[in-house]
Every structure is written in C-alpha cells, then in structure tokens.
C-alpha cells in the first residue's frame, strides 16, 4: 500500500515547538487523506489533524486547534505538523497516517515529550 515515515519528535519545554514531517512512498496516487494520531500508554490512539489529498478544510482535534497546523508538503505526498505553544499534556508517540482506498496506513510512529 502506502509506507509512511515520520520525523521531528524530540523533547521540548512547555511553550516551546515542535515540527513533525511524514513522507509517503508506494500507492500515494490513491491516497484521500493524510494526517496524525496520537497515543500514551494505556489509552486508545486520538484524532490530531488531517487534511484532504486533494485539497480541502484541515481538521483538528479541539486540545489542539490553535496551536498545531497541518500543512501539505510542496514535494508530493508529504505532510507536516506544526505545533506551537506545547503543553505537557501533549506528550505523546504521534503516528502519521494516510487513508488509502479504503485502508488506514500507518507510520512507526515519533516520541513527543514536552517538559513543564
């Protein structure tokens, strides 16, 4: 199908930013959707941000609109995730994913700890 690899987790204070890149390769031509979910340990992976392949709206998650802005990569099928003003509580392994006819793809996942 589609093989994601994300990049730019790391660790940062309270207030500070962060920049996460996904990149896509294999059947990217089918994809619909790319965006990011989060995940802690013990709980169920959350909705972040996504965006139309083909242009359209961004979605966010309400924790985080405000703060983090999805953007389409100039080279194709690449997606960012800008998040500013980070909160401990965003702490988290975030997970790109696209949707691919049908079929959620996902990458490995990158580690995200925001210090107090």
């Known amino acids: 199908q589609v093989h994601l690899v994300e990049s730019g987790g790391g660790l940062v204070q309270a207030g500070g930013s962060l920049r996460l890149s996904c990149a896509a390769s294999?059947?990217?031509?089918?994809?619909?959707?790319m965006g990011w979910f989060r995940q802690t340990p013990g709980k169920e992976r959350e909705f972040v941000a996504g965006i139309p392949w083909s242009g359209g709206t961004a979605s966010y998650t309400d924790a985080v609109k405000g703060r983090f802005t999805i953007i389409r990569g100039n080279a194709l099928n690449t997606v960012y995730l800008q998040m500013n003003s980070l909160k401990p509580e965003d702490t988290a392994a975030y997970y790109c994913?696209?949707?691919?006819?049908?079929?959620?793809?996902w990458g490995q996942g990158t580690q995200v700890s925001v210090s107090s």
């Open positions: 994913y696209a949707n691919v006819v049908g079929v959620r793809c």
């Open positions: 294999g059947r990217t031509f089918d994809t619909s959707v």
